[in-house]
Each structure stands twice: as C-alpha cells, then as structure tokens.
C-alpha cells in the first residue's frame, strides 16, 4: 500500500498568514492526489483534486501544487473560517485510496 | 441540491451483523462510481471500499476484505454496505461519498452526513 505522511500534524497561524501543508507519497503517484477540509463535526469537502485542480465553488486563496511524491496545499491568507483538519488522500489506484493522517489548523 | 443520506448505523455487538444503506438524490447516481469512509471516533480518515458505477466492479482495504461487502442498487438509486464479523475496530462514523467519475479510482466531490456503528459488547 501507499502510505501519505503530512506535515506538520498541526500548526497554529494567524489570521492573514500565508500557510502550507505538505503531503508525501511513499511512491510515485503522477498527480492522483486530493485534498478535503473537515471543519469541526463536519463532514468532509473536496478541496483540490488532481494535484492542482481547484474544486468548484472553493474560495480562490485555497491552492495546490506538487507531483510525483511531493504535494502541497497552501492557502495564501488565512481566514478565521478556515480551521479544520486538513487530509491529503492518494487515487493512484482503486485498491488504495489511501488518506494522511490530516493536518489540524488552529487560529492563533 | 445533490444529497447523499446514509441510515442502517446502530449497535452491534462483536461478530454481529448490520447493513448500510445510501439514499442518493439529484444527480445521475448510475452514472457514478461510489465508496465508503469511515472515521474512528477522533482519528482521521479511513477508505473502506469502492464500487463502479454499474456495480461490476468492487474494491475493498485489506482491513475490511473478506467481512465488508459493497453494492448497489441503480434502480433505487442506493448503495450499501454488508458488514459481517464486525470487530471493535470497526466502530466509526461510515460516510458515503461519491466519486467524481464513473470508474474507480477518483476524488469523493459529495459527501454524506455519515451513520455512526458501535460495536461492543
């Protein structure tokens, strides 16, 4: 199986920072790669598929960039709205549909 | 608005049995592949299985294989998931989510609200 790592597993920011969250495969995975916020006692949303892909009706602060085995998401200035855990999830292939642990976001 | 509705959630105990359902509405559900997600009470997420859009085809994690079985219902526009030998690790909210294609694999655009199983004792 394909194992996704994020880091940091959390981070605190404040409101208007530029913030980044990494994704690595622990193989090559072209840009089959996902991102989804889950806010607190949320259900999960599709944030970026593709790698890059911005998913219809996201706010256009939300950004992601990588492939191969290295994936970012960024999210250019910080919005009080915008704490959640944040996963990372790999579709490479339909026997591992493997998900991060996920990236919990907090507001300082 | 596109809506997935999941139901069947309860509690079981150890080596019991339960069945999930889907309710999908607004949105072409036979032409789409699906999948199940569970999340452990405070832990992250956990796909669990997968199925095409004609249902031909199924996909399962090695943790479920063998004791979870997905499929669908296209004329009733609902999914399911059998769920046998259950263990106290498979105590979770199970989300149903739908893919962006109709072929496995892909990204999961809509989401259920999730149904919660507890299996104890």
């Known amino acids: 199986d394909i194992q996704m790592t994020q880091s940091p597993s959390s981070l605190s920011a404040s409101a208007g920072d530029r913030v980044t969250i990494t994704c690595r495969a622990s193989?090559?995975?072209?840009?089959?790669l996902a991102w989804y916020q889950q806010k607190p006692g949320k259900v999960p949303k599709l944030l970026i598929y593709a790698a890059s892909t911005l998913q219809s009706g996201v706010p256009s602060r939300f950004s992601g960039s990588g492939s191969g085995t290295d994936f970012t998401l960024t999210i250019s200035r910080l919005q009080p709205e915008d704490v959640a855990t944040y996963y990372c999830q790999n579709y490479n292939s339909a026997l591992s549909m493997t998900f991060g642990q996920g990236t919990r976001l907090e507001i300082k | 608005e596109v809506q997935l509705l999941e139901s069947g959630g309860g509690l079981v105990q150890p080596g019991g049995s339960l069945r999930l359902s889907c309710a999908a509405s607004?949105?072409?559900?036979?032409?789409?592949?699906m999948s199940w997600v569970r999340q452990a009470p405070g832990k992250g997420l956990e796909w669990v299985s997968g199925?095409?859009?004609?249902?031909?085809?199924?996909y399962y994690a090695d943790s479920v294989k063998g004791r979870l079985t997905i499929s669908r219902d296209n004329s009733k526009n609902t999914l399911y998931l059998l769920m046998n030998s259950l263990r106290a690790e498979d105590t979770a909210v199970y989300y149903c989510a739908k893919l962006i294609g109709g072929d496995c694999p892909d990204a999961f655009d809509i989401w259920g609200q999730g149904t919660m199983v507890t299996v104890s004792s």
């Open positions: 193989q090559g995975i072209s840009n089959f």
């Open positions: 199925i095409i859009n004609s249902g031909g085809t199924t």
């Open positions: 607004e949105f072409t559900f036979k032409n789409y592949a």
